[in-house]
C-alpha cells in the first residue's frame, strides 16, 4: 500500500508562486511515471502535469510556461513549482501514478489564488 503525502498548498494572490511537494512511500519510486492533478469544486480531477521515470515532462495547456514539474528519487519525493498564479488555479492538488495503475489518492494540498 503506497501512502501519498502532498503538502506546500496556502493562500496566495494572483500573480504569485507556490511549491508544492508530494512524497510518496513506493518502494523503487524511481520507475514510475508520477503526475500532479487537480480537482477544483465542481470539476473533475484532471492531470496537469506530468514526468516520466526519465525526466520526460508533459503540461496541460493550461498551466505550460507557469507551472514546472520535477522529482527527487532519493527523496521519493515530486514538486510542482507554480508561477504567475491564476483564480483558476484554485483546486485541491494531488500527485499519484501519471500511468498505469493509480494508487490510493491521498488527501491533496488546498491552493487558493484569491486577492
Known amino acids: 500500500q503506497v501512502v501519498l503525502v502532498e503538502s506546500g498548498g496556502g493562500l496566495v494572490q494572483p500573480g504569485g508562486s507556490l511549491r508544492l511537494s508530494c512524497v510518496a512511500s513506493?518502494?523503487?519510486?524511481?520507475?514510475?511515471?508520477m503526475g500532479w492533478y487537480r480537482q477544483a469544486p465542481g470539476k473533475q480531477r484532471e492531470l496537469v502535469a506530468d514526468?516520466?521515470?526519465?525526466?520526460?515532462?508533459n503540461y496541460a495547456d493550461s498551466v505550460k510556461g507557469r507551472f514546472t514539474i520535477s522529482r527527487d528519487n532519493s527523496k521519493k519525493t515530486v514538486y510542482l513549482q507554480m508561477t504567475s498564479l491564476k483564480p483558476e488555479d484554485t483546486a485541491v492538488y494531488y500527485c499519484?501514478?501519471?500511468?498505469?495503475?493509480?494508487?490510493?489518492w491521498g488527501l491533496g494540498t488546498q491552493v487558493t489564488v484569491s486577492s
Open positions: 513506493a518502494s523503487f519510486f524511481s520507475i514510475y511515471d
Open positions: 514526468i516520466s521515470r526519465g525526466d520526460s515532462t
Open positions: 499519484n501514478r501519471a500511468r498505469g495503475a493509480m494508487w490510493s
